[in-house]
């Protein structure tokens, strides 16, 4: 919390006056999840300030540079008619670090998001489209792995975890990394650059479509971003998914696509690793403070997204194995 409190009416003029937008009438932080943003008005605009929270950073083993590299990725998807929007840039530096405090600055977006119908399901499959058929260099970017987690791994972790919803799921949990271990060659082959967490939350609905947050961009297999982005885009839950959505998302990537490859039990244990990967991730994450609740949240939804799949794709109709 004394990192949040250092950002104030004065912290933020100085990132105004950096990118000399002129002076502040007004900020309030409106969104907390991964990162903090605040809107912030001036006399001409409203922009968006992200603050980058260095505990997530931590956990995630990145540094800045690699949030400079996805938001060039983001750019570079723009002159590829990818709808986008890009942090601001001064000598080529889209990080704002500013006493020891990282952020980004982005034009505010008025708009809406989780707004999901099968017409909004099919743009996203016909954007991400878009995306996986830019070309440009990739030989920087690290390829995708997925070494997998012990047993003692996950058990190690849920001693963190006082929520039985949670602890009660050891058996599936190393499981469904059984699973996932099937498709550690898979996930290296047919890679393409793209957002890999293009989720309904990271989409803000104006006129058309805006993708946002390309922090997590880089190198994923094509055809498991299909199925990730359908089942994104089709209600997952527990409770199952809705088909006609997840239908309309592949129909949507055929327009650019027309020969999609199948869906196969190595695509459903590519999910799974997908997945595991963030509940892992946000298993760390509960240690540390004020973290705790959104990171249960994230585990439980993930736990019952993972659940449905995995009783579906017994049945090679219902994602057309």
Known sequence: MDYIKKINPDFIQR????????????????HKS????????????????????????????????????TQAIAETMQTFDVPTVVAFAKNQQYIVNIDNIACMLFLWLTGKSHFITTE???????????????????????????????KQHWQDLLNNVQDSTITNRLADLIVWSEIASTARDYVKSELVVSHRDFDPKNVVWQNNAVLIDWDYAGLINATLELFIVALNWSNISLTGFDKIKFNAVCAGYRTIFPEVPAFSSFTVAGYAGYVLDWIEWNLRRIKI????????????YSIGALEAVMKNYQDPSVFNL
């Not at 990132?15 to 409106?30: E, H, N, P, S, W």
């Not at 403070?289 to 439980?300: D, F, M």
């Open 289 to 300: 403070p004020g973290e705790e609740e959104l990171a249960k949240v994230a585990i439980i």
């Open 34 to 69: 991964l990162h903090w943003v605040w809107q912030i008005h001036t006399q001409t605009h409203c922009y968006a300030l992200k603050i980058l929270n260095p505990a997530i950073i931590a956990i995630n083993n990145k540094d800045l540079i690699h949030f400079n590299k």
């Open 15 to 30: 990132v105004c006056d950096y990118f000399a937008l002129g002076t502040l009438k007004q900020a309030r932080l409106i």
């Open 120 to 150: 909004t399901a099919w743009q996203m499959g016909k954007i991400l489209a878009k995306i996986h058929a830019a070309k440009f260099t990739m030989s920087h970017l690290p390829k995708p792995d997925w070494a997998g987690f012990s």
